[in-house]
């Protein structure tokens, strides 16, 4: 993933049809040794959803804290339009070492299966290209595929409603900590409990863009 203070990289795709853009931004304080990563989306192409501190903070899709280790990186909240909570277990969003054809199981119901490792989608975006990695992630008969490259991060998503998003930059913003997503650094069990509800809900707009 190569997380670092106000790193953002820029997506460019297709969603149902229309066309996208999606930023994702590292805000640059940590909170309790934890990375907070935003998501931010616009209709149409543009360069970068990450201009200035207005646009991405009212353009959010959800983020999430994560914690790197020397095995890769962990969730452990997570903020969207209808959750704000605690992800049991922590679960690892990606190892540091992928080999091709491995299988396994980072949350329970999620199945992780590594399908290539070599020359992956949007890795020409990469401040430094080199070969990556896609991966498969299944869950309740959805798959989500995902291509990264090390030291750069994500490279390409395509998801389950056959949304593609593909790198086509990557940068230093310093637009600072994004408020909404400020959110993530007190968190509770009754949070949690809300969300299991159907109780939480937070304005992002922009996550209509992407309908289940």
């Given amino acids: 993933m190569a997380l670092s203070a106000s790193r953002g990289w820029n997506y460019q795709g297709t969603n149902s049809g229309q066309s996208i853009t999606v930023s994702v931004y590292v805000d640059p304080s940590q909170v309790n040794g934890e990375w907070v990563l935003a998501g931010a989306a616009l209709t149409g192409l543009h360069n970068t959803v990450l201009v200035d501190h207005n646009t991405p903070e009212s353009n959010l899709i959800g983020g999430l804290a994560l914690t790197q280790s020397s095995s890769g990186y962990n969730v452990n909240t997570e903020i969207s339009a209808g959750s704000t909570?605690?992800?049991?277990?922590?679960?690892?969003?990606?190892?540091?070492?992928?080999?091709?054809?491995?299988?396994?199981?980072?949350?329970?119901?999620?199945?992780?299966?590594?399908?290539?490792?070599?020359?992956?989608?949007?890795?020409?975006?990469?401040?430094?290209?080199?070969?990556?990695?896609?991966?498969?992630?299944?869950?309740?008969?959805?798959?989500?595929?995902?291509s990264f490259v090390p030291g750069c991060g994500i490279t390409q998503l395509i998801a389950p409603s056959g949304a593609t998003l593909t790198l086509t930059s990557v940068g230093t913003y310093n637009i600072g900590n994004l408020a909404h997503m400020r959110r993530i650094q007190s968190v509770t069990y009754m949070d949690t409990a809300r969300s299991l509800l159907g109780l939480e809900r937070n304005d992002f707009p922009a996550a209509k863009l992407f309908p289940k």
């Fill in 85 to 146: 909570a605690l992800v049991p277990g922590t679960p690892l969003l990606v190892g540091s070492t992928l080999t091709q054809g491995a299988v396994s199981t980072p949350y329970p119901g999620v199945t992780q299966t590594v399908l290539a490792v070599g020359s992956v989608p949007g890795a020409s975006a990469c401040p430094t290209p080199t070969t990556g990695a896609t991966v498969q992630y299944a869950f309740q008969g959805s798959n989500y595929q995902l």
